[in-house]
């Protein structure tokens, strides 16, 4: 596969964070079909997906179960806080359904 035809791949991180590291560890990584099967993954257990091409092109670079870089937690703490106010507002959406009658 050529150079351009590889930067073309889609690419995919998931990241995760525990409260007991000192920073959010690359937990997913990888292009094309397991890119896909990343964001179908987040998709399905409703997890927010953010894009940012230049990220993952970094990220995308460590280990599995390496924690991220110093000079990326300011792009990743956007991300976080996206994700942190997308879940407010599922829960939000959550607590409007109707209730479903127990009888």
């Known amino acids: 596969m050529e150079a351009s035809e590889l930067k073309k791949r889609k690419r995919s991180v998931a990241l995760a964070?525990?409260?007991a590291d000192r920073a959010p560890r690359v937990i997913a990584s990888g292009s094309g079909e397991i890119a896909k099967k990343i964001i179908a993954l987040a998709e399905e257990h409703?997890?927010?997906v953010q894009k940012d091409d230049s990220l993952v092109e970094?990220?995308?670079k460590l280990e599995l179960k390496a924690e991220i870089p110093e000079d990326t937690y300011k792009a990743v703490a956007t991300i976080l806080a996206f994700l942190y106010r997308a879940d407010i507002?599922?829960?939000?959406?959550?607590?409007?359904l109707p209730k479903e009658s127990s009888s």
Not at 89 to 96: D, H, N, V
Request: proline share 6%.
């Open 58 to 60: 970094l990220l995308s």
């Open 46 to 48: 409703n997890i927010p």
């Open 89 to 96: 507002q599922w829960q939000k959406k959550l607590a409007e």
């Open 17 to 19: 964070y525990d409260t």
